[in-house]
């Protein structure tokens, strides 16, 4: 979680999302602050916020509505591109990329990562009042801070794969199924051919 007490702005980093490229750029230009547990839950709690820091620092999350005056923003990205992208920044290939590696996958890291195991983006989003998407994330963050900030992409996690390469028709369709509510909610749809 990143955060400008002065402009009363916070940002939620959602895993596979460009969260790193975000955060660069509100720490370099835009004056935010990493949430740090130790110094900082006195403030927060003065500002009437509440978070759970399961997921680390850089993945905290609101755990109630920001105070009245705060804007939060946070991000979310196609689902099966989002984990593919996990796929292939953890596991390196070594295990096929299949429905029961997804169920596995969420299983395992649940607490840290996912705290609703039928939504990637569980992070904040609920109390978020702007998204921002990876498909247009330039524009998005620049609305969101009302004005241009230049995003570096830097930390791409995805290797040399597509979708279509990756998803059978079984894992294509779990995700569809798992994600159902989250997917529709946002617009998704099967970024493939």
């Given at each position: 979680?990143?955060?400008?007490?002065?402009?009363?702005?916070?940002?939620?980093?959602?895993?596979?999302?460009?969260?790193?490229?975000?955060?660069?750029?509100?720490?370099?230009?835009?004056?935010?602050?990493?949430?740090?547990?130790?110094?900082?839950?006195?403030?927060?709690?003065?500002?009437?916020?509440?978070?759970?820091?399961?997921?680390?620092?850089?993945?905290?999350?609101?755990?109630?509505?920001?105070?009245?005056?705060?804007?939060?923003?946070?991000?979310?990205?196609?689902?099966?591109?989002?984990?593919?992208?996990?796929?292939?920044?953890?596991?390196?290939?070594?295990?096929?990329?299949?429905?029961?590696?997804?169920?596995?996958?969420?299983?395992?890291?649940?607490?840290?990562?996912?705290?609703?195991?039928?939504?990637?983006?569980?992070?904040?989003?609920?109390?978020?009042?702007?998204?921002?998407?990876v498909e247009h994330l330039q524009e998005d963050l620049d609305d969101w801070v009302g004005g241009h900030v230049p995003l570096r992409?830097?930390?791409?996690?995805?290797?040399?794969?597509?979708?279509?390469?990756?998803?059978?028709?079984?894992?294509?369709?779990?995700?569809?199924?798992?994600?159902?509510?989250?997917?529709?909610?946002?617009?998704?749809?099967?970024?493939?051919?």
């Amino acid at each position: 979680m990143y955060l400008n007490y002065e402009y009363k702005m916070i940002y939620i980093a959602n895993p596979k999302t460009a969260s790193v490229a975000v955060k660069n750029v509100l720490l370099e230009h835009l004056e935010f602050e990493q949430y740090c547990h130790r110094t900082q839950q006195s403030i927060m709690e003065a500002f009437g916020l509440s978070v759970d820091v399961a997921g680390g620092s850089h993945h905290v999350r609101l755990t109630a509505p920001a105070p009245d005056g705060w804007t939060v923003a946070t991000g979310v990205r196609n689902h099966w591109k989002t984990l593919l992208s996990w796929w292939t920044a953890h596991e390196q290939f070594e295990e096929p990329f299949t429905w029961g590696w997804i169920d596995k996958w969420i299983r395992e890291h649940q607490r840290q990562y996912f705290p609703d195991p039928n939504r990637l983006f569980r992070h904040g989003d609920e109390f978020a009042d702007t998204i921002l998407r990876v498909e247009h994330l330039q524009e998005d963050l620049d609305d969101w801070v009302g004005g241009h900030v230049p995003l570096r992409r830097d930390n791409g996690s995805m290797k040399q794969i597509t979708v279509d390469e990756a998803y059978d028709e079984e894992a294509r369709q779990y995700v569809a199924w798992r994600f159902a509510d989250e997917i529709q909610e946002y617009g998704y749809e099967w970024p493939g051919s």
